[in-house]
Nanobody, 125 residues
Framework: QVQLVESGGGSVQAGGSLRLSCAASGRTFSRYAMGWFRQAPGKEREFVATISRSGSGTYYTNSVKGRFTISRDNTKNTVYLQMNSLKPEDTAVYYC??????????????????WGQGTQVTVSS
């Protein structure tokens, strides 16, 4: 398994932007599809975005399409989530996750073997 560490969370006003990063340990990062999930207080963890092992394929939940962009740099063992036009309903703890030999269609949390500790994103109105 890879070890994952997220960073980049914080507090912003509605309409603002944040970029989350997730650094992975080890030399097998390119074998993993990567996903971002989020969990708001009192709610279940939900899928946000995924990216294929090569980075050529991406998939988003409808509520973030056109606002969020997932990307990865396999030379730096890092996956990113650029979040623009943030809304108060985006407030949550954001987690990155790794799915060994997965694809960009890996949208269910059960597909992922490794998880980061999470980073808080708070959007105020």
């Amino acid at each position: 398994q890879v070890q994952l560490v997220e960073s980049g969370g914080g507090s912003v006003q509605a309409g603002g932007s944040l970029r989350l990063s997730c650094a992975a340990s080890g030399r097998t990062f390119s074998r993993y599809a990567m996903g971002w999930f989020r969990q708001a207080p009192g709610k279940e963890r939900e899928f946000v975005a995924t990216i294929s092992r090569s980075g050529s394929g991406t998939y988003y939940t409808n509520s973030v399409k056109g606002r969020f962009t997932i990307s990865r740099d396999n030379t730096k063992n890092t996956v990113y989530l650029q979040m623009n036009s943030l809304k108060p309903e985006d407030t949550a703890v954001y987690y990155c996750a790794a799915d060994l030999y997965g694809s960009a269609q890996s949208v269910h949390p059960n597909n992922y073997e490794s998880w980061g500790q999470g980073t808080q994103v708070t959007v105020s109105s």
